[in-house]
Nanobody, 123 residues
Framework: QVQLVESGGGLVQPGGSLRLSCAAS????????RAWYRQSPGTERELVAA???????TYTDAVKGRFAISTNSARDMVYLQMNNLKPEDSAVYFC?????????????????WGQGTRVTVSA
């Protein structure tokens, strides 16, 4: 069973930047997309950004123009560069592999969730 380990979170002031990393403990083969998700208290986990094998990216409207998702060449690492952070970006961030792309949206996930990495944006 592949395990996902997220890192890079922390406390940052509004307008600051963080770079999150996600490492997979094993080989993830045959997957098309990798994605970052986030969850804040009292809310459902939401997809923040996704990247396909062909490096086509998708972002939720709230982070467009501020966040950038990428992978390394081996696709065993996924990164999320977050710029111009806002307090509403505060959440625990997770990575995973979307299960499918349906009606223009990624749905479901393939792997067990990792522990996530906490991002707190506060002055």
């Amino acid at each position: 069973q592949v395990q996902l380990v997220e890192s890079g979170g922390g406390l940052v002031q509004p307008g600051g930047s963080l770079r999150l990393s996600c490492a997979a403990s094993g080989t993830i083969s045959g997957v098309n997309a990798r994605a970052w998700y986030r969850q804040s208290p009292g809310t459902e986990r939401e997809l923040v950004a996704a990247v396909t094998r062909l490096n086509s990216t998708t972002y939720t409207d709230a982070v467009k123009g501020r966040f950038a998702i990428s992978t390394n060449s081996a696709r065993d690492m996924v990164y999320l560069q977050m710029n111009n952070l806002k307090p509403e970006d505060s959440a625990v961030y997770f990575c995973n592999v979307p299960r499918a792309f349906y009606n223009g949206k990624y749905v479901g996930t393939t792997l067990e969730w990792g522990q996530g990495t906490r991002v707190t944006v506060s002055a």
